[in-house]
Structure formats: structure tokens, C-alpha cells
């Protein structure tokens, strides 16, 4: 397993971790602040920036692009809004090659407004993917599934395993040609009995995108804006992070923390420089 312990080259910061307090130039020139070696933001964050504006922003500072965060929602009640959904994740595809992001990444929603059918939210995620998967190979944008934790199936994903999202990425890249793979995020994952095989599977093709930490707070207090700092919590983050390695995974580890009642309330300088402090010793 690398050694994390003198470096911040490996780690990258999302957008979220920061979100109440930073623009994305702010977080570009933070990250430059404390020799963080990559980014990986949200759109609407780069939205306010102009995605153009970020990308030379981002080049001058330096930085990697760990993932463009997000895509997907692919799932709506009639044709109309799964076009809507299928043109806005084109745009997505493409604000993530203008940034030079190494993936876009997909969460990839949940039931459409009144529906019980789970089983055709997954179809429709699945053709999804299908549809925009030309544009973005045609781009050179590798896409990558974030399976959510179930607690998010009715309104953000119905993809919640590693093995969902393994068998999706077999389904339709069945020559495995690197443009569509996961993204493995400790916080979604980690109780799976079955993420050490699926970790495994997903890295034996080559399809390990990206991995995302943060922890698993007991109790947690909101389902969505109560994510904990690394070592914080329960998660065992160097063993998830060796699985992933021993898998084939070489690349950084971003750190994605959404927290209203803590970590937004912070000095963002000194978020950063605790999750540098974490990164070296929990993750
Ligand atoms: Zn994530």
C-alpha cells in the first residue's frame, strides 16, 4: 500500500468538503495554499466559475482533476424529462474534458416523482448510462458509477452496491475498454459484506475510477449533511484504501464531506489542513 504518510500529492479535495464556505476559486487557490495535489468539484460550484475560466485556474494552479461531480439522475416519469436528463449529462461530459477531470462522475438517481417501480428505475439508469456513453467515449471521458448507500435508492440512487455497479459496467462495456468504470466511496460501500470480491472484480477490469473518503459518524444526525472527518468514525479506511490498491487503483484520494453542523462551520483553512493531518495518519 502507498505511503500516504508524507504526502498531500495523493489527496484531493472536493468541492463539498468546503461547501458553505469556499467558490471553487477559492477552493483552487486553498488547495495551492496547502500543496493539496487535486481537486475534484461539484457543477454548481463550477457553474458560478465557467467550467473555461476553472480550467485555466486549475492549470495554473497545478492541480489534478480527480472528478467532475456529477452526472447522472437519469431516471424521470415520461421521455421529456429523460431527454432533459440525457442533455444535461452531455454538458456534464463535456465541462468534465474541458476541466481535464479524470472521470465524470454518476449518481445516478433514483425513482421518478411517484413511482414505486425500482426495478424499472434501474432499466431507465441503465439505458441511461447506455445513451451517454458514446458521447462520452467520443469525448474521452471515462464515466464512473458511485453506487449510494440504500438509504439514498428512493431519491439520489438506486444503484447501492459495488456489485450493481460492477454488473452494469459488464452489461454495457462488455470489451472493458476503460470508458466506463466505478467509483469506490468508503462512506456508501463500506458495510457491504461483499466490497472486498467487488473491489476486486472491478479492478481486475481495470474499471477502479476513483476513491472517495470521509466516515461514518455514530449516530449520524441527518441522512445527507452528516458525514464525518476521516478517523472520526467507524469506517476502516486503510483497509478499504488497500483492497482498492491491491485491486490496481493508483490514483488520489478525494475527500468528500458533507457536514452543515460541523465541518461547514469551520475555518476552511483549517478543514484543509485537518484532512491533510487525517489523509497522513486515517486514510
Ligand atoms: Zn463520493
Not at 424529462?81 to 449518481?107: K, M, P, S
Not at 449533511?225 to 468514525?233: E, I, V
Not at 457536514?259 to 484532512?275: G, I, M, Q
Request: charge should be negative; include cysteine.
Amino acid at each position: 500500500m502507498r505511503d500516504f504518510s508524507n504526502d498531500t500529492t495523493l489527496l484531493s479535495l472536493n468541492t463539498a468538503t468546503v461547501n458553505a464556505q469556499w467558490t471553487l476559486e477559492q477552493c483552487i487557490a486553498g488547495c495551492a495554499r496547502h500543496g493539496i495535489g487535486g481537486i475534484a468539484p461539484w457543477r454548481d460550484k463550477l457553474d458560478e466559475c465557467g467550467a473555461a475560466r476553472a480550467a485555466g485556474l486549475i492549470r495554473d494552479a497545478g492541480l489534478r482533476v480527480t472528478g467532475l461531480c456529477r452526472g447522472g439522475l437519469f431516471p424521470a416519469a415520461t421521455p421529456a424529462g429523460r431527454q432533459a436528463a440525457l442533455d444535461d449529462n452531455r454538458r456534464a461530459v463535456d465541462d468534465a474534458a474541458t476541466i481535464g477531470a479524470e472521470c465524470l462522475i454518476l449518481v445516478v438517481g433514483g425513482l421518478p416523482a411517484g413511482s414505486k417501480d425500482i426495478a424499472g428505475a434501474r432499466m431507465q439508469v441503465r439505458d441511461g448510462i447506455a445513451a451517454l456513453l458514446e458521447h462520452a467515449r467520443a469525448g474521452g471521458m471515462p464515466l464512473a458509477v458511485e453506487p449510494l448507500h440504500p438509504m439514498y435508492a428512493a431519491d439520489r440512487a438506486c444503484v447501492n452496491t459495488l456489485r450493481q455497479a460492477n454488473d452494469l459496467c459488464d452489461a454495457l462495456d462488455t470489451d472493458a475498454d476503460g470508458g466506463l468504470g466505478v467509483a469506490v466511496d468508503v462512506y456508501h460501500v463500506w458495510w457491504d459484506p461483499d466490497l472486498e470480491a467487488e473491489i476486486a472484480r472491478a479492478g481486475a477490469a481495470g474499471r477502479i475510477l476513483g476513491f472517495h473518503v470521509c466516515d461514518w459518524l455514530v449516530p449520524t444526525t441527518d441522512l445527507l449533511l452528516d458525514r464525518g472527518m476521516m478517523g472520526d468514525g467507524v469506517i476502516d479506511i486503510p483497509k478499504i484504501r488497500g483492497w482498492v490498491e491491491a485491486a490496481g487503483y493508483g490514483g488520489a484520494s478525494e475527500v468528500e464531506i458533507f457536514s452543515r453542523d460541523n465541518w461547514w462551520r469551520r475555518e476552511p483553512d483549517d478543514v484543509l489542513a485537518t484532512c491533510i493531518a487525517r489523509h497522513r495518519t486515517m486514510v
